[in-house]
């Protein structure tokens, strides 16, 4: 069973950038699979922000962060990163990582989800 680690979140002035990791216990099947990020804020439901497909040849975003976020993966590291920029308060949430079979902003196509890191974007 894959075990999904993220890390990076913090506390950060809006207008300010994070860079968020994603990494996994098993790098034999990790790269073979699609990674999506996702967020929830409090009183809010889960919501799609980027995934990135197996041979990070293609990246997907909501439209909330396309133009300010970038999803990318390192092979080598067994890793996924969300770079995050010009962040905003409303960007304010539990990010979560997740692997699944297909690129897809459904959050029911994942299979596998990581704890989450909080990110907290003041105004």
Known sequence: ???L???GGGLVQAG???RLSCAASSGRT???Y???WFRQAPGKEREF???ISWSGGNTYYSESVKGR???SRDGAKNTVYLQMNSLRFEDTAVYYCAQGSYL???AERYDYWGQGTQVTVSS
């Open 16 to 18: 300010g950038s994070l």
């Open 69 to 71: 976020f970038t999803v």
């Open 1 to 3: 069973q894959v075990q």
């Open 30 to 32: 990790f790269s073979r």
């Open 49 to 51: 922000v980027a995934t």
């Open 104 to 106: 897809s902003d459904d």
């Open 34 to 36: 699609a990674v999506g």
């Open 5 to 7: 680690v993220e890390s």
